[in-house]
């Protein structure tokens, strides 16, 4: 394995955005960004060994100041949504920034996504790492986070999240990077095909917070359990999709047991015959086919503009709005505990 580092650009703050290129031995290559710890690129062959990006991101590293869509970047302290931006923990109420139309969303507009990262090289490997002091972004506690990049000749990358707290406090963390598996510019996914080891899906309000109530996807446009294109359900009545413009769900696994690697979903697209098998420790999978990206990003690698469904994430987490859902899987992290969770993304083809 080749690591390659050097600055990337500056922070509005004079800070150096380091970028690191981990090359492996077939010259398939992933690159991650300090700003945010975010994937910034990942370059897999296709079914001929044609080489191309199949990760969404911008030209310049300021396009990642601040990016709605959050394109590559490890989200938290909780990722996606609390509903109103109200927690309890210990009998304490939080008031937390509510920044996605009433709700909190991925830790704030300050969150980790927003932040600059500490990075360094650890033999085959990238290690971030972040301290979120206590009262940050409303949260309790100081919270010192890790994340660890390993990428293998397998064209593998696993992404590890490791946290410690001082006081009880919610992590749920993720990577929030899109796919397209035809190259980052190459149009919409919608063709793509998902496999999703999910038999149930939560039902959705109107705010998109869970009701509580699960939802069997047994033949409805939410039945990921085997091979299925985005295209033909992106507009259905079915769970708010129509009202979500596109999926913006949360799929709980079936079979998932707490620290247990297990597989989640495989996305495959039969025009380059790439495909992204993902494994994880969580609970759920996030899918959201990109809904909101016309509009709202900067210039992109190819020096165009995304248009919405231009790729698709796969974020493995808790579920939303855990910490107000006792019968949810908890989100607390208590002293003297270790948060450690762990997503695969192991690239292949048809």
Known sequence: ????????????????????TMRNTSGAEIALSTYGA?????????????????????????????????????????ANRIAGGRMEIDGTEYRLETNNGGNHLHG???????????????TNRVVM??????????????????????????????????????RTTVVNLTNHVY????GEASGD??????????????????????TGRRLDVAGTPQDFRTFRAFRPGIDADFNRIRDFRGYDHPFPLDGWRPGILGEAATLRDPHSGRTVTVLTSQPSVMVYTGNWLAGGCPETKSGGRYRDHAGVALECQNLPDAVNRPEFPSPLLHPGELYCQKTVYRFGIL
């Not at 704030?108 to 650890?122: H, L, P, T």
């Open 129 to 166: 790492s972040l301290l979120s002091e206590d009262g940050d972004q409303g949260y309790p506690g100081t919270l010192a986070v890790e994340a660890v990049f390993d990428f293998d000749d397998d064209n593998s990358l696993e992404i590890t999240y490791l946290a410690r707290t001082d």
């Open 189 to 210: 996914v919608l063709d793509h095909e998902l496999r999703l080891n999910a038999s149930q899906v939560l039902e959705m309000d109107e705010r998109q917070i869970p």
């Open 108 to 122: 704030g507009s300050k969150g980790f996504a927003n932040r600059m990262w500490e990075g360094r090289v650890e």
């Open 1 to 20: 394995m080749e690591i390659e580092q050097h600055i990337w650009g500056m922070t509005p703050e004079g800070e150096a955005i380091v970028r690191y």
């Open 179 to 182: 796919f397209n598996l035809s």
């Open 38 to 78: 975010a994937v910034v690129a990942a370059r897999v062959p296709d079914r001929d060994g044609r080489l191309d990006d199949v990760v969404l991101g911008y030209r310049r590293p300021e396009g990642y100041f601040g990016d709605p869509a959050a394109a590559g970047k490890s989200v938290g302290r909780c």
